[in-house]
């Protein structure tokens, strides 16, 4: 296997269907958890005020696809695959593999995010060309440092000031490193 790392456009994990981001999801990403403060409190983007955010959001994801550097995907249901509950982004630097994800706040603390990042880390791992994998969060995001450890992940560094959260901060923030590798 020589050719470069791509998230699979679609998979499945023992309760999720994750699948690339459509213009089409739109709506219910909108609906889901764009607007959401607290959802997006850790995030590196502010909240969406209008629809049209979104839109313009989901076209861009479903573009960078494209580009085989950035893989954007949403969680759905299993057996309802139309419900979407979060959202994962798989970002192929050289022999990495950098992760970030959501997660709908009526779905947080059910498991969402552990289950389909440590897919994505053994995906990842399992390709000949990728050695490492890692995420960062802020020092205060406890939820997003237990799902990477339940990842497989290894708590490696203190970064300062490291990530901006603008809905913290106007200035970057202290963040943990996380990562596998083979």
Known sequence: MDSAY???EEFYTDRFLVRRIQPSDANAIFAGWATDLEVTKYLTWRPHTDLSQTREAAERSHREWEGGATFPAVI???DAPSELVGRIDARLVG??????WLIRKDRWGQ???SEVVHWAVKHALSHPM???TEAACDV???ASARV???AGM???ALLRRYLFHPNLSNEPRDAFLYSKVR
């Open 148 to 150: 990477m450890e339940k």
């Open 111 to 113: 498991g969402v995010a």
């Open 140 to 142: 205060m995001n406890a």
């Open 6 to 8: 791509r998230l699979p």
């Open 130 to 132: 990728i050695y490492r």
């Open 76 to 78: 759905c249901l299993r």
């Open 95 to 100: 022999a990495r593999v950098s992760y970030g």
């Open 154 to 156: 290894t708590q490696e």
